[in-house]
């Protein structure tokens, strides 16, 4: 059973900052971030007004190495930062190499940001609908992506408004619902 989401957490006035790529999540190799930086150095050299930013918790001394060079790194911060941050993102990216559920998927798309990820992550994104599934590990695929929905603010409007409609799917209310159809023909055994 997919979780669910307060959908009105993230909800609301959305004003995507052109060029804002957002990560938020647990900084290190297991969520893809090296991919994401080597993306971020790339972008650096082609197209400067594209800002990678990194929101969330890492290990002392991880963001100093080589691989991780190039977002900028804000830390964890408090929860009403990180909504203001997805209003103002552009792209929401998650590069996981190995996740089963991203509720971070749910709450970039909640604020209708376009989301970018790996199918190392659930179904909740779909393929050139809400965003796009890329390969793991392919930091050439995220720039592609990346620069697809920056460049192109039609395709940007329009995984923006299928993004705040799928995240309607996983709301708290039909999470309940599909928990208990889950487990309802259990209890009648």
């Known amino acids: 059973v997919p979780y669910g989401l307060d959908l009105l957490s993230f ?3 959305a004003s995507p900052v052109p060029g804002r790529v957002l990560f938020v999540g647990s900084v290190g190799l297991r969520k893809g971030v090296p991919y994401l930086a080597e993306a971020a150095r790339r972008l650096m050299r082609t197209h400067p007004h594209i800002e990678v930013q990194v929101i969330g918790p890492s290990e002392p001394g991880v963001t100093a190495h080589p691989a991780f060079a190039g977002p900028r790194y804000l830390g964890q911060v408090p929860r009403s930062q990180v909504v203001e941050a997805f209003r103002c993102a552009d792209v929401f990216v998650l590069p996981t190499i190995a996740d089963s559920f991203a509720l971070v998927h749910l709450e970039a798309m909640a604020a209708g940001v376009p989301v970018i990820t790996t199918p190392n992550c659930g179904a909740t994104v779909r393929d050139g609908i809400e965003g796009f599934i890329v390969p793991i590990r392919d930091s050439q695929a995220l720039v592609d992506r990346i620069l697809a929905i920056t460049e192109d603010r039609e395709l940007r409007k329009r ?4 993004a705040r409609a799928r995240a309607a799917e996983f709301s708290l209310d ?16």
């Open 159 to 162: 995984m923006s408004a299928a």
């Open 174 to 189: 039909r999470y309940a619902q599909r928990l208990l159809d889950a487990v309802t023909p259990v209890l009648e055994i």
């Open 11 to 13: 909800g609301g006035y």
